[in-house]
C-alpha cells in the first residue's frame, strides 16, 4: 500500500504562486506515476499534471501549462506541484495521485490511479 498526503493549500490572490506537495509512505515515489488532478464541486475530478516513473517525463494539462511545474524528489519521497500565475479558475482541491503501471495515453484518467490523497484545499481570490 502507499499513503500519500496532500500539503501547502490555502488563500492566495489572483496572479500569486502557491506549492503543493505531496507526501508518500509505504512505497517509494520513484516507481509509480505520480500525478495532480483537482476538482471543484459538481464536477469531475480534472487532470493538472503527472510525472512519469521510468523516465521523469512531466505532462501537464493545457490549463496549466506554462504556469504550473511539476517535480520529484526522490530522496524526500515527494511530489511538488509549484503553481504560478494563478488564475480563479484554479480554485479547487488538489489531490496527489499514484499507479505503479499507468501508460502515458491514460495519463489524464484519474480511475487509472491505486493511490489518493486526500486533498488541500487552493482558493484564487481576487
Known amino acids: 500500500q502507499m499513503q500519500l498526503k496532500e500539503s501547502g493549500g490555502g488563500l492566495v490572490q489572483v496572479g500569486g504562486s502557491l506549492s503543493l506537495s505531496c507526501a508518500a509512505s509505504?512505497?517509494?515515489?520513484?516507481?509509480?506515476?505520480m500525478a495532480w488532478f483537482r476538482q471543484t464541486p459538481g464536477k469531475e475530478r480534472e487532470f493538472v499534471a503527472a510525472i512519469k516513473s521510468s523516465n521523469s517525463a512531466t505532462y501537464y494539462a493545457d490549463s496549466v501549462k506554462g504556469r504550473f511545474t511539476m517535480s520529484r524528489d526522490t530522496a524526500k519521497n515527494t511530489v511538488t506541484l509549484q503553481m504560478k500565475s494563478l488564475k480563479s479558475e484554479d480554485t479547487a482541491v488538489y489531490y496527489c495521485?499514484?499507479?505503479?503501471?499507468?501508460?502515458?495515453?491514460?495519463?489524464?484518467?484519474?480511475?487509472?490511479?491505486?493511490?489518493w490523497g486526500q486533498g488541500t484545499q487552493v482558493t484564487v481570490s481576487s
Open positions: 495521485a499514484a499507479d505503479a503501471s499507468i501508460i502515458v495515453s491514460t495519463l489524464s484518467q484519474a480511475y487509472q490511479y491505486d493511490f
Open positions: 509505504g512505497r517509494s515515489v520513484s516507481r509509480y506515476t
